[in-house]
């Protein structure tokens, strides 16, 4: 789930925003050092996605815009026990990045992971 979270925040901000999180057109790049690319000769280095791996003409992107949901087939408590020993997950369900949502085997009930952390049923 966390490397799934991570390819879907980079093709979130790098279709936001590609100059700044993106690495723009892929035409003038030059790979830097196997960390990033540049535009050209002297620009800042650039982490993000190409434009064109985002967009598949000027104002049409190729996904949907939407934040991870991840769906589980396991008793609440064995999540809360790992959630509360895990401070990245945490954030992640904590800041709504990641939404998660427990099929609980006992009675087959969905429930949803709120912000602050307390399970609420979906019916």
């Given at each position: 789930?966390?490397?799934?979270?991570?390819?879907?925040?980079?093709?979130?901000?790098?279709?936001?925003?590609n100059v700044a999180y993106g690495s723009g057109s892929k035409i003038t790049q030059n790979i830097t050092g196997k960390i990033g690319v540049m535009q050209?000769?002297?620009?800042d280095l650039m982490t993000g996605l190409p434009l064109q791996?985002?967009?598949?003409?000027d104002t049409?992107?190729?996904?949907?815009?939407?934040?991870?949901?991840?769906?589980?087939y396991a008793p609440r408590k064995m999540l809360d026990s790992i959630i509360n020993l895990q401070p990245v997950l945490q954030k992640l369900f904590g800041n709504g990045?990641?939404?998660?949502?427990?099929?609980?085997?006992?009675?087959r009930k969905n429930y949803l992971l709120s912000r602050d952390l307390t399970w609420s049923n979906t019916h």
């Open positions: 789930m966390l490397v799934v979270q991570w390819i879907n925040t980079q093709y979130l901000f790098s279709t936001l925003d050209g000769n002297a620009s791996s985002v967009y598949s003409r049409e992107v190729y996904h949907d815009l939407q934040r991870l949901m991840t769906v589980v990045w990641v939404q998660l949502v427990c099929i609980e085997p006992e009675n």
